[in-house]
């Protein structure tokens, strides 16, 4: 059974950090793109961070350059968002998901991915 598991999400405060692992089972993890999303009631999912199976190829969005470091481990078939100086716009339901990998950078859009988890929460607070 393929499936995504996202844990790590929680309330912090502005300036403050979270790390979101995600768990995946029942595919080839080494041979997959992986990303973060994230989204917010009523809005449109976007892509925050992707990567390449190797960790050679890595996708940042604009709004979390600087702050937001992706990994994954290919032994333990995880992958991590590390979120540091967060702000009150980074509050959103954070998703991982995955697709098979063909060549060049991991597409951060949404259509590109057929396998999602369920999500996870961060609340950022002032």
């Known amino acids: 059974q393929v499936r995504l598991v996202e844990s790590g999400g929680g309330s912090v405060q502005a300036g403050g950090s979270l790390r979101l692992s995600c768990a995946a089972s029942?595919?080839?993890?080494?041979?997959?793109?992986m990303g973060w999303f994230r989204q917010a009631p009523g809005k449109e999912r976007l892509g925050v961070a992707t990567?390449?199976?190797?960790?050679?190829?890595?996708y940042y969005a604009n709004s979390v350059k600087g702050r937001f470091t992706i990994s994954r481990d290919n032994a333990k078939n995880m992958l991590y968002l590390q979120l540091n100086s967060l702000k009150l716009e980074d509050t959103d339901m954070y998703y991982c998901?995955?697709?098979?990998?063909?060549?060049?950078?991991?597409?951060?859009?949404?259509?590109?991915?057929?396998?999602w988890g369920q999500g996870t929460q961060v609340t950022v607070s002032s």
């Open positions: 998901a995955a697709t098979p990998f063909y060549s060049g950078v991991c597409s951060p859009l949404t259509r590109g991915y057929s396998v």
């Open positions: 029942g595919f080839t993890y080494s041979n997959y793109c």
């Open positions: 990567i390449n199976p190797g960790g050679t190829s890595i």
